[in-house]
Nanobody, 127 residues
Framework: QVQLVESGGGLVQAGGSLRLSCAVS????????MSWFRQAPGKEREFVAG????????YYADSVKGRFTISRDNAKNTVYLQMNSLKPEDTAVYYC????????????????????WGQGTQVTVSS
């Protein structure tokens, strides 16, 4: 079992940028498909971005495409989410999640597809 710890959240003005990090313990990180989800108050958790275990495949929710970039550094056991051109509607708690059993080409976007989760980090975008 791995442990996931997010960091990098905070308060930013609309149009600004933040970079979230998710540090993953365990020696099998390189086999994990990783994703970011978010949950705003009163709303369901939603998929934001995903990256395959190899890093060759990335995929995004339409709402963040062109503004957010997911990446990973398998040597550092860390996955990142670079968020640019932030909007107030991006305000949410952001969670990283992982699954070691997906194929490199799988584009999993359902939270039920992931069995390892971090505790979340708050991102607040002011208008």
């Amino acid at each position: 079992q791995v442990q996931l710890v997010e960091s990098g959240g905070g308060l930013v003005q609309a149009g600004g940028s933040l970079r979230l990090s998710c540090a993953v313990s365990g020696r099998t990180f390189s086999s994990y498909t990783m994703s970011w989800f978010r949950q705003a108050p009163g709303k369901e958790r939603e998929f934001v971005a995903g990256i395959s275990w190899s890093g060759f495949s990335t995929y995004y929710a339409d709402s963040v495409k062109g503004r957010f970039t997911i990446s990973r550094d398998n040597a550092k056991n860390t996955v990142y989410l670079q968020m640019n051109s932030l909007k107030p509607e991006d305000t949410a708690v952001y969670y990283c999640a992982g699954n070691p059993n997906l194929n490199d080409g799988d584009h999993a976007t359902d939270s039920a597809d992931f069995d390892s989760w971090g505790q979340g980090t708050q991102v607040t975008v002011s208008s």
